[in-house]
């Protein structure tokens, strides 16, 4: 069974950094797209950034040049660092994986592996 378990969610001023980190086990991770997901109070979860096997990455136009994906295949951990943040990205954010063929990483149906979410907040 594979089981994503995230941290490093907090409070945050705007313009602030924050990274959230996600540590997967059950599943060799190296070969898992993983992506990371959120969703703000009274809104649909959205993609925010994907990282492939190859370690290409996809970001949201929302965060692109803000926001970087990476992942340490030695400690099974995604990691998505977030700069020069805005109050607009509070939510909760969530990792997701899947090991199945496929190169698509910002959509929610592609993945099927989910953690259970880090509050992040950033304040005006």
């Given at each position: 069974q594979v089981?994503?378990?995230e941290s490093g969610g907090g409070l945050v001023q705007a313009g602030g950094s924050?990274?959230?980190?996600?540590v997967v086990s059950g599943r060799t991770f190296s070969t898992l797209r993983m992506g990371w997901f959120r969703q703000a109070p009274g809104k649909e979860r959205e993609f925010v950034a994907g990282i492939r096997w190859t370690l290409t990455t996809l970001y949201a136009d929302s965060v692109k040049g803000r926001f970087?994906?990476?992942?340490?295949?030695?400690?099974?951990?995604?990691?998505?660092?977030?700069?020069?943040?805005k109050p607009e990205d509070t939510a909760v954010?969530?990792?997701?994986a899947d090991g199945r063929a496929g190169i698509t990483v910002s959509t929610m149906k592609e993945f099927n592996y989910w953690g259970q979410g880090t509050q992040v907040t950033v304040s005006s």
């Open positions: 089981q994503l378990v924050l990274r959230v980190s996600c970087t994906i990476s992942r340490d295949n030695v400690k099974n951990t995604v990691y998505l660092q977030m700069n020069s943040l954010y969530y990792c997701a």
